[in-house]
């Protein structure tokens, strides 16, 4: 074994509730902000592929339990969707998603599968959007009840909890870039829904530590590292320091720290834009920070300093500040249009240790999506994905470097366990280690990745 990995290191993977679950009559489900902008603009969609038809998992969980068993699982995270368990947002409880997730964990700890649970990943309860989504203060505090309903309801099964996955992409998608509902483009706003999903966060660990149910909270960032263009040449580095001030730092250092970095805050005092907040909003953002750090990465940033006009058209945005830069000879995902720079992951495992006390971490999110897979179906019905392998042996031989340098990473997991529906998207790209396919049944076969990553996991390295 050449890279031996420590023990009990949790290899897994991860997934999320809208992405996964699918709607089925009767379950109850209240729409989120993605039934409802499906039913908007469903061609918007890839293949007009609309959420409630994703993987099933809601009524198929146990015999995908079984497939994650046989591709190496000791961990698998997945969400909680709001909109499931409380329909309107705020008030009434559905019974039918707490008899389904408590089912769902149970069958996965019965099987040596440890779940890790997540409370947002990007699908606003549509009730709450109606009122504003993360722009009023009113959905931080149905969101904090929300988070306590989960850790009163789950709390003595689940262990490892997590507040947001990828915080700073509802933003980017609903505020910047127009990738999610709303779809404005309004730093002011980006900037309050910000604040609130950080203090939404503050206030759900500090729910979740005065209950004393002896588990671990954290949350999950993309850590996108961003290079400048020329690390000699100053206004680039500079470039550089303030994208990663507003694409990683915004939420990384309230989240471990317990503050704002200076360079943003300045920035947004300039800019006029301070959000609203009470007195008391920085002291349980100062007080109530992460135990566990999970990290998502799949591409860096590369960035040189602004030479494009800037484009007043609405208002400041981040990008007067940078230019991003394409650099010439990358290694890119043609698919997903992402380039795969490997030693990401460690720059970012050295920047945790270095600069943040080495919070115990993990990667919580890598992988590659697979445009056509089944063009590489075998003679036994098996994508062999071996482009897929060779990603994750990567990454994880950097992973692995960092700690042995020290980093306190405790864990691998990839996106995703199975095909699944990517926003937008939809299934266009495929990212699991397990197929999916939509012509069938959503019939599931493991790939040869998935084989592969069993061996990994039972030898704890490759
Ligand atoms: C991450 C999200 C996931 C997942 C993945 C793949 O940002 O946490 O939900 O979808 O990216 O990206 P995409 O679906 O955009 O291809």
New binding site residues.
């Given amino acids: 074994m050449t890279y031996q990995f420590p023990e009990g290191f949790w290899w897994g993977s991860?997934a999320?509730g809208p992405?996964t679950e699918g709607t089925f009559p009767g379950d109850k489900k209240g729409p989120s902000i993605w039934d409802y902008w499906y039913e908007q603009e469903p061609e918007k969609f890839f293949d007009r592929v609309g959420p409630e038809k994703t993987s099933q998992v809601y009524k198929r969980y146990k015999e995908d339990i079984q497939l994650m068993k046989e591709t190496g699982h000791n961990t698998f995270r997945t969400s909680i969707q709001w909109s499931r368990l409380i329909p309107a947002g705020t008030g009434e409880v559905n019974q039918e998603a707490v008899a389904f997730y408590h089912d769902y964990f149970d069958e996965l700890i019965a099987n040596g599968i440890e779940p890790f649970v997540n409370l947002y990943?990007?699908d606003m309860p549509m009730a709450l959007q109606e009122k504003g989504g993360w722009l009023s203060r009113e959905t931080v505090e149905a969101y904090v009840v929300f988070a306590k309903t989960c850790f009163e309801l789950f709390g003595t099964k689940v262990k490892k909890w997590f507040t947001h996955?990828?915080p700073i992409?509802p933003i980017e998608g609903g505020y910047l870039y127009q990738f999610h509902y709303p779809n404005e483009i309004n730093m002011k706003h980006a900037v309050q829904a910000g604040f609130h999903e950080t203090l939404a966060s503050a206030k759900a660990i500090k729910e979740y530590h005065a209950l004393e149910l002896g588990g671990e909270i954290g949350i999950?960032l993309?850590l996108t590292p961003s290079y400048p263009r020329d690390e000699a040449n100053p206004e680039d580095v500079k470039a550089a320091q303030i994208a990663d001030a507003f694409f990683n730092r915004s939420f990384l250092d309230p989240a471990v720290k317990g503050t704002f970095p200076e360079e943003l805050v300045t920035i947004i005092k300039e800019l006029d834009m301070i959000p609203e907040h009470e007195a008391e909003d920085l002291v349980i953002i100062q007080e109530n920070t992460i135990d566990l750090l999970g990290i998502?990465y799949?591409q860096p940033r590369r960035i040189m300093a602004k030479e494009t006009p800037i484009d007043h058209t609405n208002g400041p945005l981040p990008d007067d500040y940078f230019d991003n830069y394409d650099k010439p000879d990358k290694k890119m995902n043609p698919y997903?249009g992402w380039e795969i720079y490997e030693k990401g992951i460690y720059d970012i495992l050295t920047n945790t240790r270095e600069n943040y006390g080495n919070i115990k971490c993990y990667i919580s999110?890598n992988?590659m999506?697979v445009e056509g897979e089944e063009r590489f179906v075998n003679d036994e019905g098996i994508i062999e994905d071996d482009y897929r392998i060779e990603f994750v042996k990567e990454h994880l031989k950097y992973v692995h470097q960092a700690i042995q340098e020290g980093t306190n990473c405790v864990g691998y997991h990839m996106?995703?366990c199975m095909d699944?529906w990517?926003?937008t998207?939809a299934y266009k790209?495929r990212?699991g280690f397990i197929s999916v396919d939509l012509n069938h049944d959503a019939k599931r076969t493991i790939k040869k990745s998935g084989r592969w990553y069993k061996e990994v996991s039972d030898n704890n390295g490759f």
């Fill in positions: 991860a999320s992405q990943h990007f996955n990828e992409v999950i993309n998502n799949y997903r999110e992988g999506g996106w995703t699944n990517s926003w998207n790209n990212y």
